[in-house]
Every structure is written in C-alpha cells, then in structure tokens.
C-alpha cells in the first residue's frame, strides 16, 4: 500500500463551492504539507503542519485552510473555490527535521479543476 | 528576491549519453539541495540531497554537485536510458528554515 494517500484523485467542482482534499499517511511522520503545482511554476507550498497543534501559513495561503486531525491526516480545504485554484495538488511528509535536513515524500496528487 | 532557476525547455538527449541538467539560485544560503524526479501524473520521488559542505553526492548513475560559489547545482545521469525520460526538480532549504523551496523543473527526454 502507498504510504502517502491523497483522495479524490480527481475532482471537478463549480465555482464557489467548499471542497475537501484528503491526505493520510502511513510513514508515522510528524510533519506534513500541502502544495499546489501550476504548469512552469513547480511546486507552491500552501501550508505546513509540523505535529498535529502546529499549524503554518505557506507561501500561498490566501483562500485555502487546513486541519490536522491526527499524526496521519491533514486535509486541505478550499472555502470557496474559484478557477484560478484550478492545479494538481500534493500532500507530503517528512520525518522530523530537528535541525537536520530530510527529504519528502509525496502522494499521487489530486486535479482539481474548478469550473 | 529569491530565485531558483531550471531550465524550462525541454532536454533531448539520446540514449546512452550523459545528461546534465542545471539548478541556479538567487538570494538564498541553503544548507542543502535536493533532487526529485516527477513522473507525469505522479508525486515527485525523492533521489539525492547534498550538503553545503559537500561538492559532490553520487547514486548509482546519478552524480549531483553542489557549488555554493557559484549558486548552482548540476545533476547528472550518466548512461542514459528512456526509462530516464521524466521532469526533474531541484528544491533547497528557504530562508524560512527547514522548509522546501523548489524549482520550476527540467523535463528530459531520453531518445533510442
């Protein structure tokens, strides 16, 4: 089974819905993220969770938020969604960094398309 | 402001070939870099980190250098295969700390 699980994998919702993506994790990490990727413009950190009462704003935080229910899970929600949230979005984990660099370790992704 | 740059065109090279992908920064003391490989479709997978005080990491026929100097890092895959074919991206620590910045990535194309 794949250690980093993101549902749904697809999803085509209206402009102005709320809309949920799931991430769940398998790695026992403490540190989990959410990113979006556009065409040329690589990878946008959108939140960052380093254990579950830790919550931090990414780079592009404006019009989403985030909940960590447990260790393994951190959903990322788009209040009202609009076209230009229009991307594929990812959900990674890392071990935790106590001063040390570790690499990351990303689910499948989910497309979004907001019509 | 911050910068990291890859090349955005397309890298054709044929196979068997040594294929040498580049990762420039602006702005940012990083304690390390990373390389990651995206398949289309697919979440990046992870394959190298070099340190600041490391010039080169090598994996199997991947060889990274890391040249604080300068502000870049080169990758390389030596032997090149088809299976090779895939968009890689560079990401190093943000000024923020401990937090992954990444490039916009490098697509290679790996021809029989």
């Known amino acids: 089974d794949a250690d980093v699980t993101q549902t749904p994998r697809n999803r085509i919702t209206k402009t102005g819905k709320r809309i949920m993506l799931e991430c769940s994790q398998t790695k026992g990490h403490d540190r989990m993220y959410w990113y979006r990727q556009d065409p040329g413009l690589g990878l946008r950190l959108i939140y960052y969770?380093?254990?579950?009462?830790?919550?931090n704003k990414g780079e592009i935080s404006d019009g989403y938020s985030v909940s960590r229910q447990a260790q393994a899970k951190f959903s990322l929600s788009l209040e009202s969604a609009i076209p230009n949230q229009t991307a594929l979005y990812f959900c990674?984990?890392?071990?935790?960094?106590?001063?040390?660099?570790?690499?990351?370790?990303f689910g499948p992704g989910t497309r979004l398309t907001v019509t | 402001s911050q910068k990291i740059e890859q090349n955005s065109e397309a890298l054709n090279i044929q196979e068997g070939k040594t294929a040498t992908l580049t990762c420039n920064y602006t702005?940012?003391?990083?304690?390390?870099l990373q390389w990651y490989r995206q398949d289309p479709g697919r979440g990046p997978v992870f394959l190298l980190l070099?340190?600041?005080?490391?010039k080169e990491k090598r994996k199997e026929r991947l060889k990274v250098t890391f040249d604080t100097t300068l502000k870049q890092s080169l990758f390389h895959i030596t032997a090149s295969q088809p299976a090779d074919s895939a968009t890689y991206l560079c990401?190093?620590?943000?000024?923020?700390?401990?937090?992954?910045?990444f490039g916009g990535g490098t697509r290679l194309m790996v021809k029989p």
């Open positions: 969770s380093f254990d579950v009462k830790d919550i």
């Open positions: 070099i340190r600041e005080n490391e």
């Open positions: 702005n940012y003391s990083p304690a390390y």
């Open positions: 990401a190093l620590e943000g000024n923020a700390g401990n937090m992954l910045t």
């Open positions: 990674a984990t890392s071990d935790d960094g106590s001063g040390k660099a570790y690499e990351q370790y």
